[in-house]
């Protein structure tokens, strides 16, 4: 059984930076791809940034050359930094994790959610 604990969070000025982190534990037979999303009071839960097995990644228009995001194999981490952030980056961000398990199924996995709150 897969577990993502996000963490990283917190209240940040504009202009300012954060770096979360998601740690995962348990093993799953295969990953397509790992990913940050987020959610803002009464919106829908917006894709932000994605890393694929191959190590490539895509980012939301809204972040793109502001956020980054990547991972470190040996830790089972996989972390975003966000710089530059603005008062509209105001969310929980969730991990997500999608992968594939031994008899070929498709599993998705999300962390418990951390709170980014940006001040004007």
């Known amino acids: 059984q897969v577990q993502l604990v996000e963490s990283g969070g917190g209240l940040v000025q504009a202009g300012g930076s954060l770096r979360l982190s998601c740690a995962q534990s348990?093993?799953?037979?295969?990953?397509?791809?790992m990913a940050w999303y987020r959610q803002a009071p009464g919106k829908q839960r917006d894709l932000v940034a994605l890393?694929?097995?191959?190590?490539?990644?895509n980012y939301a228009d809204s972040v793109e050359g502001r956020f980054t995001i990547s991972r470190d194999n040996a830790k089972n981490t996989v972390y975003l930094q966000m710089n530059s952030l603005k008062p509209e980056d105001t969310a929980v961000y969730y991990c997500?994790?999608?992968?594939?398990?031994?008899?070929?199924?498709?599993?998705?996995?999300w962390g418990q959610g951390t709170q980014v709150t940006v001040s004007s």
């Open positions: 890393i694929t097995r191959a190590g490539s990644t």
């Open positions: 348990g093993s799953i037979f295969s990953i397509n791809h």
């Open positions: 997500n994790l999608d992968g594939v398990g031994a008899l070929g199924g498709r599993f998705l996995y």
